[in-house]
């Protein structure tokens, strides 16, 4: 037997304790390790810094008093290195060591913050967070009682509130993608839609732009979100939106924004037209669609939008009549910088941030109120928008915003003279 077997298998139990102290452990040396390797940086950037008499203004100072953190592997016991920085800013003050992996007054992890939200919109009530989280994280999980968690839920309604409120006026969104999202109220007879829009800056970055209690996905539901964010003062509207075609969005959108151009998302749009397939076609029909978004210019688009017609009208008219009434809709990003139409094609970033908690059925199971849900939509995307990728090529969203039109992806003409 190699050094490497285990002579006697233990109980699950047993097994399971094991994995889970060998997951711990390896995280609080993995973090000791990290934090080494920062202060070690911090010290080597620092190390011509002398005083006077030719002694380091920036040394080691031992280790800090123990810490717990609470993160995905369970609860860390940590101390931390210390720095003594001797040196003076600008103005006199001592200069002073935070560490960007663990810093003064962290309690838990922004990974922890990420899974309250989620586990509420899965249904899970604040009295029965304690039992869910130690099931997660081990039993001795510090500072996640049903009466801190509800304090947490206060603070991040404020934060809601406040954000809901934010002044726009400085705010221009070259894209946009809107959404309606469903969920489940314990005490409201009707699901629960959640309007979500979030847009592309002139320097490429993604942001939210609204979250809103909204009935059914109506146009005036839509309505009263568009209107919200011209009193905020979102005065010069969008040049592109991009969503699913059974939004009420899109009757409010034309009423507000008359000038937009309109992209319909698709992923609804394939999913959509496959639900009216038999599942023996339904590759080679998904095959045939991604021909035509995935064509290189409009041209050869509409030959691959004509293929799939000819192909499947006879048979599936339901889907086909699916596909074609957006058909103008679906290839509006090829008047856009072939760059952009990852981004423009799709609401993925939406999709992909709600694929863990949306559409849900059972009513006993959801959220305890509207208020409640909202927020914690709120606190889901806001932490997920840090991992939402940057558009790429800034300059031709300038272009974009300059009217210079493109064709194919391609700049055309830039100098109306």
């Not at 304790?17 to 040396?29: K, R, S, Y």
């Not at 290195?81 to 003064?104: A, C, H, I, T, Y």
């Not at 969920?183 to 490429?204: H, K, P, W, Y």
């Not at 970033?349 to 959801?366: C, D, H, M, N, Y």
């Given at each position: 037997?190699?050094?490497?077997?285990?002579?006697?298998?233990?109980?699950?139990?047993?097994?399971?304790?094991?994995?889970?102290?060998?997951?711990?452990?390896?995280?609080?040396?993995?973090?000791?390790?990290?934090?080494?390797?920062?202060?070690?940086?911090?010290?080597?950037?620092?190390?011509?810094?002398?005083?006077?008499?030719?002694?380091?203004?920036v040394t080691r100072n031992g280790y800090g008093k123990e810490r717990r953190v609470t993160?995905?592997?369970?609860?860390?016991?940590?101390?931390?290195?210390?720095?003594?920085?001797?040196?003076?800013?600008?103005?006199?003050?001592?200069?002073?060591?935070?560490?960007?992996?663990?810093?003064?007054?962290?309690?838990?992890?922004?990974?922890?913050?990420?899974?309250?939200?989620?586990?509420?919109?899965?249904?899970?009530?604040?009295?029965?967070?304690?039992?869910?989280?130690?099931?997660?994280?081990?039993?001795?999980?510090?500072?996640?009682?049903?009466?801190?968690?509800?304090?947490?839920?206060?603070?991040?309604?404020?934060?809601?509130?406040?954000?809901?409120?934010?002044?726009?006026?400085?705010?221009?969104?070259?894209?946009?993608?809107?959404?309606?999202?469903?969920?489940?109220?314990?005490?409201?007879?009707?699901?629960?839609?959640?309007?979500?829009?979030?847009?592309?800056?002139?320097?490429g970055k993604k942001e939210l732009i609204a979250v809103e209690d909204g009935y059914r996905?109506?146009?005036?539901?839509?309505?009263?979100?568009?209107?919200?964010?011209?009193?905020?003062?979102?005065?010069?509207?969008?040049?592109?939106?991009?969503?699913?075609?059974?939004?009420?969005?899109?009757?409010?959108?034309?009423?507000?924004?008359?000038?937009?151009?309109?992209?319909?998302?698709?992923?609804?749009?394939?999913?959509?037209?496959?639900?009216?397939?038999?599942?023996?076609?339904?590759?080679?029909?998904?095959?045939?669609?991604?021909?035509?978004?995935?064509?290189?210019?409009?041209?050869?688009?509409?030959?691959?939008?004509?293929?799939?017609?000819?192909?499947?009208?006879?048979?599936?008219?339901?889907?086909?009549?699916?596909?074609?009434?957006?058909r103008d809709a679906l290839l509006t990003f090829y008047d856009y910088p072939a760059q952009?139409?990852?981004?423009?094609?799709?609401?993925?970033?939406?999709?992909?941030?709600?694929?863990?908690?949306?559409?849900?059925?059972?009513?006993?199971?959801?959220?305890?109120?509207?208020?409640?849900?909202?927020?914690?939509?709120?606190?889901?995307?806001?932490?997920?928008?840090?991992?939402?990728?940057?558009?790429?090529?800034?300059?031709?969203?300038?272009?974009?915003?300059?009217?210079?039109?493109?064709?194919?992806?391609?700049?055309?003409?830039?100098?109306?003279?």
């Amino acid at each position: 037997m190699d050094k490497y077997s285990v002579e006697k298998q233990g109980s699950p139990e047993e097994v399971r304790i094991t994995l889970d102290e060998v997951i711990h452990n390896g995280a609080v040396e993995m973090l000791k390790k990290a934090l080494a390797v920062e202060i070690a940086g911090y010290l080597e950037r620092h190390e011509t810094d002398r005083d006077k008499q030719g002694y380091a203004m920036v040394t080691r100072n031992g280790y800090g008093k123990e810490r717990r953190v609470t993160t995905g592997a369970g609860e860390l016991k940590i101390r931390a290195p210390r720095v003594n920085d001797r040196r003076l800013d600008e103005d006199g003050n001592r200069q002073r060591f935070k560490s960007s992996l663990l810093p003064p007054f962290l309690r838990r992890t922004k990974n922890m913050d990420e899974l309250f939200p989620v586990l509420y919109l899965k249904g899970i009530s604040t009295g029965d967070f304690e039992e869910a989280l130690e099931a997660l994280l081990g039993k001795e999980v510090i500072g996640l009682s049903a009466s801190n968690i509800t304090r947490l839920k206060r603070v991040w309604e404020d934060e809601y509130q406040k954000w809901h409120k934010q002044d726009l006026s400085e705010k221009h969104y070259v894209y946009i993608w809107v959404d309606g999202i469903y969920f489940n109220v314990r005490l409201d007879s009707e699901r629960q839609c959640i309007l979500v829009m979030m847009g592309a800056t002139a320097n490429g970055k993604k942001e939210l732009i609204a979250v809103e209690d909204g009935y059914r996905e109506s146009k005036e539901s839509w309505q009263t979100l568009l209107r919200d964010l011209k009193t905020r003062g979102l005065s010069v509207p969008p040049s592109i939106a991009t969503g699913d075609g059974a939004l009420g969005f899109w009757a409010a959108v034309r009423e507000e924004w008359p000038n937009i151009d309109e992209q319909r998302c698709w992923k609804h749009k394939t999913a959509n037209v496959l639900d009216k397939m038999p599942k023996s076609i339904q590759s080679r029909a998904k095959s045939m669609i991604h021909d035509i978004y995935l064509a290189e210019t409009k041209v050869s688009a509409d030959k691959a939008f004509d293929a799939f017609i000819n192909e499947f009208e006879i048979k599936y008219k339901g889907a086909v009549s699916c596909l074609k009434k957006d058909r103008d809709a679906l290839l509006t990003f090829y008047d856009y910088p072939a760059q952009h139409w990852i981004h423009l094609r799709t609401t993925n970033p939406i999709e992909s941030t709600f694929a863990t908690v949306r559409l849900r059925t059972k009513k006993t199971k959801g959220c305890g109120s509207r208020i409640a849900t909202l927020t914690m939509v709120f606190k889901l995307v806001q932490s997920a928008q840090k991992r939402w990728q940057r558009l790429r090529s800034k300059n031709l969203i300038i272009k974009v915003l300059e009217g210079i039109k493109f064709e194919d992806g391609i700049i055309v003409k830039e100098d109306a003279a």
